[in-house]
């Protein structure tokens, strides 16, 4: 039965972190370099695709001999947002992460099948887009789950956060040396990094999604066990999971419904409110009062993701909008050499 007064019971038991301060907060560094190092390479990807493009080829060199804005203040609002990030994640326990790894897993797997049926492959982009938090909480869930009982956690919690660390200030000086010099190296060739993202930086969003697979996979299992742990007993299994699927059942008809009929930024967070909505309505179900604090800890967490990643949104529309006008250009050069061949 649904009671108040048994979360108040159980104030003395919560702290801000799960278990270890301090390995809560390696958790949310490797979270946090996780989700810097996604969101530096798809800036490094998409400002290659936009130099490659012959018409924006005098932009992008406007846009490197007058560098935007000033550096120490990108690099201040930049340490703000990670470690913004990193404390965010620390904060959100374990069971509220493997619930958003779940729910995020099983929606990503929708819209895939039906980015399958679609010749356009719509939304793949934007859920990439969107996986920013969902991707840290399942990097804290996997960490969690792999070092729970260890003798010496914390110890290995600091190697993988200083490993996170360096990966997130490589693929950071990547960003920045890409975009101040990449124009102007690709044309003259006598920079090694430059010349090597010429040739193979096509790749780095297909390399992105099946790295970001793969993380997801690994959390999936991690927050399955999780929620078996500490949610589903004999006698509250049912009261879990017939809310789960009827909120999931609802927020993913939804979603298809008006995914095609809004804009890519009120579609991202719409979103973002629908699934955190119905996380939250779970966990007034069958969790206590400090899971619905972490809920609304993820709601922050989001919008410190995904407020300053709008030029990747703007990036992604763009490159579908390109790409769904390329298709009937093409079709039509197919039906005008048709029609020129039966003439002939």
């Known amino acids: 039965m649904f009671l108040p007064f048994s979360w108040i019971l159980g104030t003395s038991e919560w702290t801000p972190f799960g278990s270890s301060p301090i390995d ?109 938090f969902s991707l840290g909480c399942g990097l804290t869930c996997t960490l969690g789950f792999l070092h729970q009982g260890a003798p010496h956690s914390s110890l290995s919690l600091f190697l993988a956060a200083a490993l996170s660390w360096a990966l997130a200030s490589f693929s950071h000086s990547l960003w920045s040396h890409v975009a101040r010099l990449y124009p102007l190296h690709s044309t003259e060739r006598y920079c090694g990094k430059c010349i090597t993202l010429l040739t193979s930086g096509h790749a780095i969003l297909a390399s992105l999604q099946r790295a970001v697979v793969l993380a997801f996979t690994l959390a999936t299992v991690a927050s399955t066990t999780t929620v078996y742990d500490h949610f589903l007993s004999q006698k509250d299994a049912l009261k879990l999971w017939t809310p789960l699927t009827l909120c999931y059942t609802m927020l993913v008809v939804y979603i298809q419904a008006d995914q095609n009929r809004q804009t890519g930024t009120e579609a991202l967070l719409h979103t973002v409110v629908l699934r955190l909505g119905a996380i939250l309505v779970l966990v007034l179900t069958v969790g206590d009062w400090s899971d619905v604090l972490h809920v609304l800890i993820t709601f922050l967490g989001e919008a410190v993701c995904l407020l300053p990643s709008q030029d990747l949104l703007q990036a992604a529309i763009q490159e579908e909008e390109d790409t769904s006008l390329s298709k009937p250009s093409h079709k039509t050069r197919k039906r005008t050499q048709k029609t020129s061949s039966d003439d002939s």
């Open 24 to 132: 809560s907060f390696f958790q949310g560094l490797v979270g946090a370099c996780g989700i810097s190092v996604l969101c530096n390479l798809m800036r490094v990807y998409h400002f290659i695709q936009t130099c490659s493009d012959s018409e924006s080829e005098t932009e992008s060199k406007q846009r490197a001999s007058s560098p935007p804005g000033n550096p120490l203040k990108g690099n201040w609002r930049t340490s703000v947002h990670f470690w913004s990030l990193a404390v965010l994640l620390s904060l959100v326990g374990s069971r509220v992460s493997s619930l958003i790894v779940l729910e995020f897993s099983l929606r990503a797997v929708s819209a895939w099948a039906s980015a399958g049926l679609d010749a356009n492959g719509r939304g793949l982009d934007l859920l990439l887009i969107q996986c920013q």
